[in-house]
């Protein structure tokens, strides 16, 4: 299932653009043992992320509240109030987000995890309405068998305007109340998506839930 569009101009990844583009976010996290024992949902760590052939994976902390600049493709789809998120990044230009939100019950985690699915596979085409100067094509990688569920998207971004390309992989994934995005890109196309090693991060992040 792919979708043609436009869209503008890159910066760390396009992210300077990008991130213009979107709006809002939530999150949550803490440690396997604190899951475990049903309190904060815990966060990825750097080694459970895509490999990268040149550089290791650092993280940032867990941080409460909404990462500023806002997330492209989803961040619209975000509510603001019991959100936790955390940054990664290797030594080029690869990087990665996680952003996990507790809803109130499962019936309001259904229905944020619906809307966030809608926004990233609406965002080629949105981003396009956006940004005569770039295009963008999306993909859709199908579902990864995990508690609720996942599913898996990439969206191809080329800023026309100065010759680069930008590729993104999403996925959106609930347990119970709780809904994690996982958030990958780097500079490239879709030959350059780890898609079966982003499938995994992504069965581990939900896994890691509660």
């Known amino acids: 299932m792919n979708t043609r569009t436009r869209i503008g101009r890159p910066g760390r990844l396009g992210l300077a653009v990008l991130t213009a583009l979107a709006t809002a976010l939530p999150v949550a996290l803490s440690s396997p043992a604190a899951a475990a024992a049903g309190g904060t949902p815990a966060f990825l760590s750097p080694a459970e992320l ?61 229905a944020l995890a619906a809307l966030l699915n809608r926004a990233i596979r609406e965002c080629a085409e949105r981003t396009e309405q956006r940004d005569p100067e770039i295009e963008a094509e999306s993909r859709y990688y199908g579902r990864v068998r995990v508690e609720e569920g996942a599913r898996v998207y990439g969206v191809h971004i080329n800023h026309t305007a100065v010759g680069s390309s930008d590729i993104h992989l999403f996925s959106v994934g609930r347990d119970g109340r709780t809904v994690t995005v996982v958030h990958w890109g780097q500079l490239g196309d879709f030959r350059h998506a780890q898609v079966s090693d982003f499938r995994k991060t992504t069965a581990v992040a939900v896994g890691k839930l509660y």
């Not at 600049?69 to 990044?89: I, Q, V």
């Open 50 to 110: 895509p490999p990268h052939p040149s550089s290791p994976w650092y993280a940032g902390e867990v941080t409460a509240g909404v990462p500023d600049p806002l997330p492209f493709c989803y961040g619209e789809a975000l509510p603001g109030a019991t959100s936790r998120y955390r940054e990664f990044w290797t030594e080029y230009d690869t990087n990665a987000r996680q952003v996990t939100v507790v809803e109130r019950d499962e019936a309001a985690a259904t």
